[in-house]
């Protein structure tokens, strides 16, 4: 079974994925969830909890990838496991940026930062 569940903080989503991305239905949606999230400026599709990606879900992460960066939009993945990381690092796809744990605390902050000059200027 796949699970998502979205965050936002200000024009920053996080996606927060749990289960495996091997079926079509994972992977459909996945890209569901990121789309309805085009008015975000990045997205970030939190991988603590997937266990595995396969052929479909590579293939999908590849898509919204470009689909990205069509919509001028940063993608960026959190924490995929050891399987998964071996996975993308193994497919024959562009690398996908992966956030580490210190670049993610600074986007949070400037995210928070942005949010409280905007509610202050109102």
């Given at each position: ?15 927060e ?35 595995a ?53 600074a ?16």
């Open positions: 079974m796949f699970a998502v569940n979205v965050e936002r903080f200000g024009d920053m989503a996080v996606i994925c749990e289960g495996r991305i091997v079926q079509p239905e994972a992977a459909y949606q996945l890209r569901n969830t990121v789309i309805a999230e085009s008015d975000a400026r990045i997205i970030i599709l939190d991988l603590s909890e997937v266990s990606v396969e052929g479909g879900g590579l293939g999908m992460l590849a898509y919204l990838q470009r689909w990205a960066l069509d919509h001028d939009i940063r993608i960026k993945l959190f924490n995929p496991s050891r399987s998964v990381r071996d996975r993308l690092d193994h497919a024959c796809m562009h690398p996908i940026d992966v956030a580490s744990l210190d670049e993610m605390t986007l949070l902050m400037i995210e928070e930062m942005a949010q409280q000059h905007y509610t202050a200027a109102a």
